[in-house]
């Protein structure tokens, strides 16, 4: 007779008894426990428990949460709003979350269907335990595949971009460039994170804050200054146009010239024995024109000596020459990130007199079958190719 009374009274826990029973559980009590406190039958307990996915893992009852996070009760609440038929805003107004919480909540929990209270609450304790492993320690296919753009001297957005390009329905090969830059300087020890840090753009092992300090520039006569440029080149909206600049080694004994093509962010390159204007002008007119006359509009510089002889440059290729205002180096901004790819290959304070002009076209090959994000993560080489075309 008591076990019949005991179970109908368990028939006749109203919401806020069962959900009682769902946080002494949570709180570590027994069964037996719950039930005395509650007035029920440890059966009854059991089914509530069962209704709720089964008992939270003792890892889930000994968990400190944060207010941010849902707990255990609410979890109950959303099981029990699917199984009423709620829609997510509403399940989110009754508990004081927002609908989108809810969504995700139950899209990573196998959906309306599947989604169990506790089930739910043991899969997220077990996500936010730290520390955790690297996502590149425990997949070596995405590993593998990492290290060997990171060889190509691929960035870290351009690695994760890239991978969602090359692999469009595998989730296992996605990675966040956050992520990388972590297991590179954080993460990774030994051979793995000396050999490909050394890979990075800075090559440091790890994060520094960064520096740059602008230089006085002497006055060119005849200059044409980048506020009469066409607008043309400005939205970028015609190809053909360029920046150009030097990058400068060691002692200020060697040079290396950079020009870039604004559309398509195309790269070329050219070595100088010195940086007089003669030297300078000669070169880059032997690089520019390569190329077809549609592709041979203007050049952008800024105000160095070293382009003193621009008149006579424009005369024998047919490019106008456009100077940036003093210290303006973000009105050259496509030459400028290039310059900072280029210290990937050649380092400041040292000697780029030892590269050949066969090396530097290889350097700009390499640059130019890099994607860019610029570019839809398309790279300038295929760009160009298709101006070409």
């Known amino acids: 007779m008591r076990d019949g009374v005991a179970s109908s009274h368990a028939n006749r826990l109203d919401h806020d008894q069962r959900?009682?029973?769902?946080?002494?559980?949570?709180?570590g009590e027994s069964r037996s426990e719950v039930g005395l406190a509650v007035g029920c039958s440890q059966r009854t307990v059991a089914r509530v428990l069962a209704a709720a996915g089964g008992r939270p893992s003792r890892r889930s009852r000994r968990r400190r949460r944060s207010a941010l996070r849902l707990s255990l009760i609410e979890r109950e609440e959303i099981r029990a709003g699917i199984a009423a038929g709620d829609s997510f805003r509403a399940i989110g107004r009754r508990i004081g979350r927002h609908a989108s919480t809810i969504s995700r909540e139950v899209g990573g929990s196998c959906g309306r269907d599947g989604y169990r209270a506790t089930k739910a609450e043991d899969r997220a304790v077990a996500a936010a335990c730290r520390p955790k492993r690297s996502k590149l320690a425990t997949n070596p296919r995405l590993r593998r595949r990492v290290g060997s753009m990171l060889c190509k001297r691929f960035s870290p957005e351009q690695i994760s971009a890239r991978l969602k390009l090359d692999h469009p329905g595998d989730e296992e090969m996605r990675i966040s460039p956050e992520t990388i830059y972590q297991s590179l300087y954080v993460q990774s020890r030994g051979r793995f994170r000396r050999d490909l840090s050394s890979y990075l753009r800075t090559g440091r092992a790890k994060r520094k804050p960064q520096a740059s300090a602008a230089s006085g520039r002497g006055k060119i006569a005849e200059m044409v200054m980048i506020s009469e440029r066409p607008a043309e080149v400005a939205d970028r909206a015609v190809p053909g146009h360029w920046e150009g600049d030097l990058i400068v080694g060691r002692a200020n004994g060697s040079f290396i010239a950079t020009l870039v093509e604004r559309q398509t962010r195309f790269v070329m390159l050219a070595g100088l024995a010195d940086a007089k204007t003669e030297t300078v002008c000669a070169a880059i007119a032997k690089q520019i024109?390569?190329?077809?006359?549609?592709?041979?509009?203007?050049l952008t510089w800024d105000q160095g000596s070293e382009m003193a002889g621009h008149r006579a440059f424009s005369v024998a290729?047919?490019?106008?020459?456009?100077?940036?205002?003093?210290?303006?180096?973000?009105?050259?901004?496509?030459?400028?990130?290039?310059?900072?790819l280029l210290r990937q290959y050649f380092p400041k304070a040292t000697d780029l007199a030892v590269h050949g002009q066969i090396e530097l076209d290889q350097v700009a090959a390499e640059l130019n079958c890099r994607p860019r994000q610029t570019l839809d993560w398309a790279n300038p080489a295929e760009k160009m190719a298709q101006l070409l075309q």
Do not use: K, M
């Open 317 to 340: 290729t047919g490019v106008d020459v456009y100077f940036c205002e003093p210290h303006s180096p973000w009105q050259r901004g496509s030459n400028e990130n290039t310059n900072g």
């Open 289 to 298: 024109q390569r190329l077809p006359a549609q592709l041979r509009r203007s």
């Open 19 to 27: 959900l009682e029973v769902l946080d002494r559980i949570s709180a």
